[in-house]
């Protein structure tokens, strides 16, 4: 079992940045690809980016390319995501979650699942 909780979210202003953290426990989180997601409420939700387990590979959404970065540190469980000239429809819930296959983390298929943290940006 895996347990991943994400942290780092908060209220900003358009043009700012954010990281988010996704700390594992229970197993190490270098056994699994790592996927970031957000919704917002009454809508489906969308995949954000994902990091395979070495970090060699990543994967973004058009919508967050070239602003987002996610990375990990294995060594401390840990997996980020970096959030660079933030918009207000970037505003959602931010989950990670995490998958032994990054192609499968990556289309939103996991195995463990964050309970997320709220990210506001105000215009």
């Known amino acids: 079992q895996v347990q991943l909780v994400e942290t780092g979210g908060g209220l900003v202003q358009a043009g700012g940045s954010l990281r988010l953290s996704c700390e594992a426990s229970g197993r190490t989180l270098s056994r699994y690809a790592v996927g970031w997601f957000r919704q917002v409420p009454g809508k489906e939700r969308e995949r954000v980016g994902a990091?395979?387990?070495?970090?060699?590979?990543?994967w973004y959404a058009e919508s967050v390319k070239d602003r987002f970065t996610i990375s990990r540190d294995n060594a401390k469980n840990t997996v980020y995501l970096l959030m660079n000239a933030l918009k207000p429809e970037d505003t959602a819930v931010y989950y990670c979650?995490?998958?032994?296959?990054?192609?499968?983390?990556?289309?939103?298929?996991?195995?463990?699942w964050g309970r997320g943290t709220q990210v506001t940006i105000s215009s």
């Open positions: 979650a995490a998958n032994g296959e990054f192609t499968a983390v990556r289309v939103g298929v996991a195995d463990y």
């Open positions: 990091i395979s387990r070495t970090g060699g590979s990543t």
